[in-house]
């Protein structure tokens, strides 16, 4: 009797303890959520508050005369003429008349980076829309220059603008241009349709989203069918040996196999012995391919094996052939399966970086590639290459191109959820 | 292109031997009453056909794409004018590239030699003989291969099974990429390594304590012999992901287990796909969250407390790897948790014990060799993990123990010495072939260790 008391004695003096441990457990738990949970709110709005500012550019607006004299251009139509024609030389005179006090060679060539050097092309191409300006004048809004652009976006903040390589000087002038209204925010419709360039108001993602979409293509075009493909032989053909079982093994070992290698593998085969040209969209797709086969394999046969049993007996029992049953009624009914699983594949292949630094895809390449064997790099490497330059301007247009990346990754996700929802069959 | 032309033109070619085929079985059925006469279905025949038509062009096609270049390339240097005749591969590219611009446009033909004009006429001749004579011969093959099938056609031939038997045949090439890849792998970095080894003997590469690559190209200038001594970083590699471990580790397993035993249905509906979202956020992202925004803010918090933190420091890189990893492991380990038999967790309540000490004494013991192959799975990950560490980690190899100053690691290594130009004769290339071969080992080993461990425990409940 007195043992028993005893216990439960002690069971009620440890209770307490007991209990607070209890909730320290639960406090931990709670804490490695909310640690998680806050990693990705601070991860988003550190990357939005970083690259909402490179939706906007600071444009200046400057009045063009089409002097002829300083254009050393008197016949527009003469192609010859037009092509060597100083078109910088009237942006000069333009903002020299802007601000008639800047003397000094050097206060000059400062003032002439007020604007970007595309405001030359910008003059030029309304001189070739017509020619019947030269000799007239207008206003025109010209892209900022970065420098001008990043200063003007931060003077509001609160530990004071971002001078940067400004001097005192320009500051001045861009509070003159304030002044006056002749300097504003627009939407910043460039970062959108150009490609990459050296000049930050100038570079776009454009060539980049399509050098991803030209390289998923290739990866989509080769990564789903031979998935199925291999997924359909393992699932409903393959005889219990040791050959299936050395694919089984390979399958689980490479989608463990840290991409980089997969870098190294389309180096060292693709392009060292195939001879294939590097940077081209036909090679990172190959190489993604391999990389997301196995993730495909895995979830198509996942789909292949929720497809009930009686399904197949039912066609067998009519008659069908094991290629029939597998063809007309296996296919079709993991079709959703698959293609959830090919889609969040594909996401993986558009976010990934690694194998494609290694075959060339991080050169600097200007213009849009137009097919699968022009040379182009993909939005991750260009995230990466923005990402190393010196330019604060480039800090923005990063975020920005991150905030695309990740709208691209949330549609992908997205549609396969909703695919899956939709499609999916219970049994 | 006009390989795609090509693809494009035997596709059609194959398309109508599909329709002839089938056309013919119809009207061969016709006379006997109908298509239940046929061995097959109609369709088949016509896909047997289309099959004759398709396989024996397609692989004139590859084989063409594969060798042309080659062949043109020879036909044109074995009658080359002497005076332009390249000597060494560097002049033939060389040679090559101008005879590219000529074809293109880029050059005009009166700014080079009447010799080398000609060479580009004749390479642009021999290109267009080439694609036409392909043309013709894939263009016969495949009607001869159509041809064949269509004449076969009868009431008894076994059509669906040929047609069937094809067809297993792909799928199984397809299963069998998985082990080309793998192959590949292993000789792409096997074959490099071993004349880097033959280069640098092994013993200086694994047990080396300095890691300075850059060889001079003249022998006479400071630093031109390169060292390979990798022990730096594999130390680096261990320090960054030993962080990650440190972060994603208790915070995967406590979130695991509180989504599993303790939150409520809302609360795990919200926070799960939260963690998806974690998990499919790309490393480059990550790599930019750490240079930019962790490694600025560790320094200057590091300055206030009066503590040197490097721009690049391990930890900064380690931490955000490990954030990375979170949702890697908790969902591993979700999958064990839940997969622990209820009855055993039952149990141990009815007994008295508290939730918690189930957990610990009951649910995670049971669970551990699921989790120990998680976590396995989770290492293998942060040390083949490259990007945030190329932009996070620095790049100058030193061998310290200090999370806070800042190291390399082999992935950083790897994607250094290959990006750019590279030398397949020099070491310096050659190297990252080596470190290649290393990451692929030990993840290997990793990856089978953990895939073993997962299995093993798997047959205990099921």
């Known amino acids: ?427 | 292109m006009q390989a795609t032309n090509l693809l494009i033109l035997i596709l059609v070619m194959a398309a109508i031997a599909y329709l002839i085929g089938r056309g013919r079985a119809l009207s061969v059925a016709q006379p006997l009453g109908g298509i239940r006469h046929l061995h097959s279905l109609p369709y088949y025949y016509g896909m047997r056909a289309a099959i004759w038509c398709f396989i024996p062009s397609i692989s004139l096609l590859i084989l063409w794409v594969t060798l042309d270049e080659n062949v043109i390339t020879a036909l044109l240097l074995a009658d080359i004018p002497a005076e332009i005749k390249p000597a060494t591969e560097s002049d033939q590219n060389l040679l090559f590239n101008q005879l590219e611009n000529i074809i293109s446009g880029a050059i005009s033909v009166e700014r080079v030699t009447p010799a080398i004009a000609a060479a580009a006429e004749r390479l642009e001749g021999l290109r267009q003989t080439g694609y036409w004579l392909m043309l013709a011969v894939i263009c016969s093959a495949g009607a001869l291969g159509g041809i064949w099938g269509w004449l076969k056609i009868s009431p008894r031939l076994r059509a669906r099974q040929q047609v069937e038997k094809v067809f297993v045949a792909f799928l199984i090439i397809c299963a069998s990429v998985a082990i080309l890849t793998t192959v590949g792998i292993v000789f792409s970095v096997i074959f490099e390594s071993v004349r880097f080894f033959n280069k640098v003997p092994v013993a200086d590469f694994a047990f080396g304590l300095e890691w300075s690559p850059q060889t001079a190209i003249r022998s006479d200038q400071v630093g031109s012999s390169g060292a390979f001594g990798a022990v730096p970083l594999f130390v680096g590699t261990m320090m960054v992901s030993a962080i990650a471990m440190l972060v994603a580790v208790p915070v995967g397993l406590m979130s695991a287990i509180y989504l599993t035993e303790y939150a409520k249905p809302r609360v795990r509906a919200l926070a799960k796909p939260m963690l998806e979202i974690l998990a499919g956020i790309p490393t480059v992202v990550y790599g930019f969250f750490a240079a930019l925004t962790v490694a600025p803010y560790l320094r200057d918090l590091g300055a206030n407390i009066g503590l040197q933190v490097s721009s690049e420091s391990a930890l900064a890189a380690g931490l955000v790897m490990g954030v990375m990893i979170i949702p890697f492991v908790s969902s591993l380990a979700d999958d064990v948790i839940t997969a622990v038999p209820r009855a055993m967790y039952d149990g141990s309540l009815a007994l008295g014990a508290t939730q918690s000490e189930t957990i610990i004494r009951v649910v995670f013991p049971a669970a551990l060799p699921g989790i120990v192959g998680g976590v396995l799975l989770a290492v293998s990950r942060a040390v083949g993990e490259t990007m945030i560490v190329v932009m996070a980690a620095g790049l100058a190899a030193k061998l310290t123990a200090n999370p806070l100053d800042s190291l390399t690691t082999v992935t950083v290594q790897i994607v250094t010495l290959l990006v750019g130009d590279q030398e397949f004769d020099s070491p310096k290339t050659l190297a990252a072939f080596a470190l290649g071969l290393m990451l692929f080992l030990v993840t290997l080993c990793l990856n089978v260790i953990a895939l073993r461990v997962v299995k093993k425990y798997r047959e205990q409940y099921d």
């Open chain 1, 1 to 427: 009797m007195t043992d028993k008391k005893n216990i439960s004695e002690l069971v009620a003096a440890g209770l307490a303890k007991r209990y607070r441990r209890e909730k320290m457990f639960r406090f931990w738990g709670i804490l490695s959520i909310v640690f998680s949970v806050l990693c990705l709110v601070v991860l988003f709005t550190d990357i939005i508050t970083k690259g909402s500012g490179a939706f906007q550019q600071t444009y200046i607006q400057i009045d063009i005369t089409y002097d002829p004299d300083i254009l050393e251009l008197y016949d527009p139509l003469d192609g010859k003429q037009f092509a060597l024609a100083n078109f910088d030389g009237v942006i000069r005179q333009s903002l020299q008349q802007r601000f008639p006090d800047v003397q000094g060679r050097r206060d000059k060539r400062e003032l002439k980076k007020l604007v970007s050097l595309d405001a030359a092309f910008v003059v030029a191409e309304r001189l070739k829309d017509q020619p019947s300006l030269l000799g007239k004048s207008e206003s025109l809004w010209v892209l900022a220059d970065d420098d001008i652009d990043t200063y003007y976006k931060s003077l509001d903040d609160r530990e004071g603008p971002f001078t940067g390589r400004t001097t005192e000087k320009t500051q001045g002038w861009v509070q003159e241009l304030v002044d006056r209204g002749e300097i504003e925010l627009r939407f910043n419709r460039e970062f959108f349709v150009r490609g990459d360039s050296r000049e930050p108001e100038l570079a776009g993602i454009w060539g980049a989203v399509k050098g991803s979409f030209f390289t998923l293509l290739v990866t989509l075009v080769l990564s789903f069918p031979i998935g199925v493909a291999a997924a359909l032989y393992l699932e409903e053909f393959a005889p219990k040996n040791k050959w299936t079982d050395l694919i089984e093994v390979n399958i689980n070992n490479l989608a463990a196999v840290p991409s980089i290698i997969f870098g190294l593998l389309g180096l060292a085969i693709f392009i060292n012995f195939f001879q294939m040209p590097r940077s081209v969209p036909l090679l990172g797709g190959l190489v993604l391919t391999l990389m997301t086969l196995p993730t495909i394999i895995i979830s198509s046969r996942a789909a292949i094996k929720a497809v009930p049993p009686s399904i197949r007996e039912a066609a067998w029992g009519i008659g069908a052939s094991p290629m029939q049953v597998a063809l007309h009624h296996v296919l079709p009914l993991a079709m959703p399966g698959m293609l959830t699983g090919s889609i969040i594949g594909m996401a993986q292949a558009l976010g990934e970086t690694a194998p494609l630094l290694m075959i060339g895809m991080v050169a600097f390449i200007v213009d849009t590639p137009s097919s699968i064997t022009d040379p182009a790099t993909v939005l991750p490497v260009q995230i990466f290459l923005w990402s190393d330059s010196p330019e604060r301007a480039f800090v923005e247009k990063t975020s920005a191109a991150i905030m695309v990346l990740l709208g691209f990754l949330i549609i992908m996700n997205t549609l396969a959820v909703w695919l899956r929802k939709r499609l999916e069959k219970r049994w």
